[in-house]
């Protein structure tokens, strides 16, 4: 679209165009801090600046990758006690997240009639930054016991 002079009139934000006009100026990407590098990607990709575009996904993607390496994560680990024949069912019911580390056998019970072992079953949640806002407790809970 053309004004009355002859100009090419084009709609776009202005905000994420400056980047791109200074790229163009001097060859080097400064964004400023309120932007995001992602509208100035769709500028350089609407103006078909391919340099300016490879540098951005390249930028974005070790962005991405850092978030993902600086992704803070904690173990939590529940012990649980079980008789022999309880085991199976004591192994199938783990939930939500919840994955067996270990299991220890402990020898026979406390009573003296009995003749099955007993069993430490050694069981782990990995809490990340996804869930990190709930408290570890909340998930030792989750798992069902039979």
């Known amino acids: 679209m053309r004004d009355s002079t002859g100009a090419f009139l084009i709609d776009r934000d202005p905000n994420y165009f400056s980047p791109v006009l ?8 400064i964004i400023d801090k309120n932007l995001l590098e992602e509208g100035v990607l769709a500028e350089a990709e609407f103006y078909q600046i391919s340099s300016l575009v490879r540098l951005l996904k390249i930028r974005l993607k070790e962005k991405d990758d850092n978030s993902q390496s600086n992704k803070r994560t904690q173990q939590v680990y529940r012990v649980l006690q079980s008789h022999e024949d309880e085991l199976t069912q004591m192994l199938s019911t783990l939930s939500d997240g919840w994955k067996c580390e270990q299991v220890i056998n402990i020898g026979s019970g406390y009573s003296y009639e009995c003749n099955q072992s007993e069993f430490l079953i050694l069981a782990s949640y990995q809490l990340d930054d996804s869930n990190s806002d709930q408290s570890p407790n909340k998930f030792i809970d989750k798992i069902q016991l039979p």
Do not use: I
């Open 22 to 29: 200074n790229y163009l100026r001097h060859g080097k990407l």
